[in-house]
């Protein structure tokens, strides 16, 4: 069965700080997905990893995959208020082959970012 | 384009009540999935479909079904409503091109409360 865990699953920062987001997963996978949720709202694609060594960046977010340590990171750069949100990691469930659009979730990191 | 609609957006029912939630997809899409959003527990699948005609479970499938008799439309039905299905509701969509990266589209949301 495939887990997903991320921590930390709280974090609050300061404005101009960076942090990293952990998510750990279980069992292969080659496809990771980061979303972002502002509350009472639907999640938004941050980034799609695909492949071992994946890095992505966009504006202040950059995420990385390493399958085989079944570890992908979510890293912020000087952050600002407008971060403030919940980020989840999420696992294509089906490894290797087909995906389905079958995602094992992590539990959601609630970023907040003070002044 | 819409892309992934949701209906209702709020709903409250009797415990015993049944009802269907809805969700179309204009893209489309041949994936497309329910899930449930719990606080503290992430996204969990609730069931799926990879085409028009095909759906099978997902993790949490017990006390509801799904058909999908065209491409665009999976409805969710809550066969008899149980304060544990108290949640909120994710539509999601999504295709495997060589270019898309598999990207998962999620819905509004749909906020069901069961007293």
């Known amino acids: 069965e495939l887990k997903v865990e991320q921590n930390p699953l709280f974090l609050s920062m300061q404005e101009g700080k960076n942090y990293t987001i952990y998510c750990n997963y279980s069992t292969t996978s080659d496809r990771l997905y980061w979303y972002r949720q502002d509350p009472g709202k639907s999640l938004e694609s941050l980034f799609v990893?695909?492949?071992?060594?994946a890095v992505k960046q966009e504006g202040r977010l950059m995420a990385s995959l390493d399958t085989k340590a079944r570890l992908s990171t979510l890293h912020i750069t000087a952050a600002v208020h407008d971060l403030s949100a919940t980020y989840f990691c999420?696992?294509?469930?089906?490894?290797?082959?087909?995906?389905?659009?079958?995602?094992?979730f992590g539990q959601g990191t609630i970023l907040t970012v003070h002044p | 384009n819409a892309g992934v609609t949701q209906t209702p957006k709020f709903q409250v029912l009797k415990t015993g009540q049944s009802m269907t939630l809805q969700c179309a997809q204009d893209?489309?899409?041949?994936?497309m999935s329910w899930y449930r959003q719990d606080p503290g527990m992430g996204l969990r699948l609730i069931h799926y479909s990879v085409g028009a005609g095909i759906t099978d479970q997902g993790e949490v499938p017990n006390g509801y079904n799904v058909s999908r008799s065209t491409t665009e439309d999976f409805p969710l039905r809550l066969l008899s409503a149980a304060p544990s299905q108290t949640s909120v509701y994710f539509c999601?969509?999504?295709?495997?091109?060589?270019?898309?990266?598999?990207?998962?589209?999620f819905g509004e949301g749909s906020w069901l409360t069961v007293v």
């Open positions: 990893l695909l492949s071992n060594g």
């Open positions: 999420a696992v294509d469930a089906n490894a290797g082959g087909t995906s389905y659009g079958k995602l094992t």
């Open positions: 893209m489309n899409h041949e994936y």
């Open positions: 999601a969509s999504s295709y495997q091109g060589r270019s898309s990266g598999n990207t998962i589209y």
